[in-house]
């Protein structure tokens, strides 16, 4: 695809069930980040991916939160145990490398009731 | 430690004139680079410029133009004669070259009235 494509585009879960929220990023792009954005506030970083790996999860906030990119390509948040707090927008981006602007996609909007 | 401030949270003109979104930040690094990202309703981010902390020349493109000032550490950005479509949310952001995550302000809500 063109941009960066995130799966669902809404999600309901009631709390304490597990979800999964998936990013397909640009063609190519070896950069990968996961975002979270609560109503009235700012992106706040969780996690970036340098092709497999990790390079920087400082933003996770617990250890509920846990990523993966198998692959190098699409990447996959995995929230376990949902909290009524964890309701926001999860917001993906990628890139090409270090020194490239990032492109986001539209976000995965996550109501935990 | 590195933040942004956006103390507009939000700002409402009537279409044609221009205004001005604020944006300080704080870094202890001397290499960065500063970003203004726009959240239309539909709620993707979309990137407008970047700008790195060696290069203070003001930047225009079209109606939108940017001040950046490392004395006062600000990064204000600048729509003239605005438009409707102007409306959004719009986030200014900073990356220090020690890492690779973005930090972003709280955002300024435009609106933009006919």
């Known amino acids: 695809g063109a941009g960066v494509s995130q799966t669902p585009s809404n999600k309901v879960t009631e709390k304490g069930k597990y979800v999964e929220l998936r990013c397909d990023p640009i063609?190519?792009?070896?950069?990968l980040y996961w975002y979270r954005q609560s109503l009235g506030q700012g992106p706040e970083f969780l996690i970036y991916?340098?092709?497999?790996?990790?390079?920087?999860d400082s933003g996770l906030p617990n250890d509920r939160f846990f990523a993966v990119r198998p692959e190098g390509s699409v990447s996959t948040l995995k929230i376990q145990r949902t909290e009524r707090g964890d309701s926001a927008v999860y917001l993906c981006?990628?890139?090409?490398?270090?020194?490239?602007?990032?492109?986001f996609g539209q976000g995965t909007r996550l109501t935990v009731v | 430690a590195q933040k942004v401030t956006q103390a507009q949270t939000e700002i409402s003109v009537v279409e044609k004139e221009d205004v001005t979104l604020d944006c300080v930040y704080e870094?202890?690094?001397?290499?960065?680079?500063l970003f203004w990202y726009k959240q239309p309703p539909s709620g993707e981010l979309v990137f407008l410029i970047r700008?790195?902390?060696?290069?203070?020349q003001n930047e225009i493109s079209g109606r939108y133009s940017w001040n950046f000032q490392k004395s006062t550490s600000s990064f204000n950005f600048t729509i003239t004669a605005s438009q409707v479509v102007d409306s959004a949310v719009y986030f200014c952001?900073?990356?220090?070259?020690?890492?690779?995550?973005?930090?972003f302000g709280k955002g300024t809500r435009l609106h933009i009235l006919p």
């Open positions: 063609s190519g792009h070896t950069a």
């Open positions: 991916f340098q092709g497999t790996g990790a390079a920087d």
């Open positions: 700008r790195n902390s060696f290069d203070e």
């Open positions: 981006a990628s890139k090409w490398d270090l020194n490239t602007e990032a492109f």
């Open positions: 870094t202890r690094d001397t290499t960065y680079y």
């Open positions: 952001a900073l990356r220090e070259n020690r890492d690779d995550k973005i930090i």
